[in-house]
């Protein structure tokens, strides 16, 4: 099956930077689009960034000129750089993509397990 795995979270200060990463492994022959989505305490998840495997992109538009998606298609990554970071960024960030795997010919969807982001003075 496919795995997908968060990393690079961690606490950060207002007005400060992180980058997360997300790979997936497994019996993969491609993946189509890959998601950033977080979750804050007591909220419904929230699609954060979109990025197509041609590379066209998509943000919430409170993240627009902040935050920026970006994939490796042979390391199967996608990432999300934050800068200028809000105390309202706090929340889980999950990675979510569509993902077709040998020996299937068809696209299914995988989430990550998240990683937690605290963004505090």
């Known amino acids: 099956q496919v795995q997908l795995v968060e990393s690079g979270g961690g606490l950060v200060q207002p007005g400060g930077s992180l980058r997360l990463s997300c790979a997936a492994s497994?019996?993969?022959?491609?993946?189509?689009?890959m998601d950033w989505y977080r979750q804050a305490p007591g909220k419904e998840r929230e699609l954060v960034a979109t990025?197509?495997?041609?590379?066209?992109?998509n943000y919430v538009d409170s993240v627009k000129g902040r935050f920026t998606i970006s994939r490796d298609n042979a390391k199967n990554t996608v990432y999300l750089q934050m800068n200028s970071v809000k105390p309202e960024d706090t929340a889980v960030y999950l990675c979510?993509?569509?993902?077709?795997?040998?020996?299937?010919?068809?696209?299914?969807?995988?989430w990550g397990k998240g990683t937690l982001v605290t963004v505090s003075s």
């Open positions: 979510n993509a569509d993902v077709m795997v040998a020996p299937t010919s068809y696209y299914k969807n995988y």
């Open positions: 497994g019996s993969i022959l491609s993946i189509n689009t």
């Open positions: 990025i197509t495997r041609g590379g066209t992109t």
